[in-house]
Every structure is written in structure tokens, then in C-alpha cells.
């Protein structure tokens, strides 16, 4: 199938995923890579606090909170 069908079908709502290789579907950009980060317990038990009040991971809230700052200083600093 050619790739201006494919865009047809979906853009009617159609479900396309019957065409879709889900084994080598990649997300680009999003690629993750682990990193280890050392905090003080301090830290650690707000982060617990807040994950447990929305109702998330530890992990969630720090990828969230991180997003939200890199974009505000994107924002800030265009030239970058």
C-alpha cells in the first residue's frame, strides 16, 4: 500500500493498524536511555507525596516535571 492511501485511511478514522509493522514501529525522538540520578531523601519522600496525590509513578512525575521545565526554558532562550 502506498504511503498517500495509507495517510487516506487514516485521516478518515479509518483503523490502519492491520498494515502497521507493530515489531519495528519505532518512535523517533523518544528513544529512552537510562540515567541514574542521586537525590537527597528529602527529595525522594516529596516526590512519593506528589506521585501518590495525582496518582503516578515517582518516575512519571520527574519525566513531567522535567519536560515542563526544559519547555519553559526553551521558551526562554529560543536561539537553542
Avoid: C
Avoid at 3 to 32: C, H, M, T
Avoid at 35 to 45: H, R
Avoid at 60 to 79: F, I, M, N, T, Y
Wanted: hydrophobic residues 40%; charged residues 35%; without cysteine.
Amino acid at each position: 500500500m502506498k504511503a498517500e492511501d495509507l495517510d487516506k485511511k487514516f485521516d478518515a478514522g479509518e483503523d490502519i493498524s492491520q498494515y502497521l509493522n507493530w515489531d519495528k514501529a519505532v518512535r523517533p525522538g523518544l528513544e529512552q536511555r537510562r540515567v541514574n540520578v542521586d537525590l537527597p531523601i528529602w527529595m525522594i519522600n516529596s516526590l512519593d507525596v506528589e506521585a501518590k496525590r495525582v496518582g503516578v509513578t515517582r518516575q512519571s512525575v520527574v519525566k513531567v516535571w522535567l519536560a515542563e521545565r526544559l519547555k519553559a526554558e526553551q521558551v526562554a532562550a529560543p536561539d537553542h
